[in-house]
């Protein structure tokens, strides 16, 4: 299981995995991906992204918040990610990653997101993985 979708009662929750943290992290991006588009994004376009958080959660918040500002802002929507690199420098978690997409406006969108909450938001560390939750408005 890549990421699953679970019950909630007006927006949309989802737990992602991954062995890493950052195959966790990209596992998120995709479920939220799903949330606003069903298509098989084409990846015709590259972008980059850098973000900072004081912890785990913090630095998915600020993912997913970043991802969403490029669907929002530049109609870019990814389909793959690519080098995503989480370490940790002076006390604070930095996520730099490639994003591959394609222009928002060429895919049928299903669900708008409104924005990314901390309600029920977690980042976990088992034995063998990784495993996050995220609520998102829509």
Known sequence: MKFKFLA???DVKFQA???????CFENAAFALVKIICKEKVKTVIKKG??????DLE????????????????????PGRFKKIKIYKKNEE???????LGDNLKNYKTH???K?????????????KSYKCQVVVDV
């Open 8 to 10: 909630h009662t007006a």
């Open 17 to 23: 995995r991954g062995e890493s943290v950052e195959e």
């Open 49 to 54: 992204i850098k973000v900072k958080g004081k």
């Open 58 to 77: 913090e630095l998915l918040y600020n993912f997913l918040e970043e991802f969403l500002f490029f669907i929002d802002s530049k109609n870019f929507i």
């Open 93 to 99: 978690y930095n996520l730099s990653a490639e994003l």
């Open 111 to 113: 669900t708008g997101v």
């Open 115 to 127: 924005a990314i909450t901390y309600n029920e938001m977690f980042v976990l560390k088992d034995k």
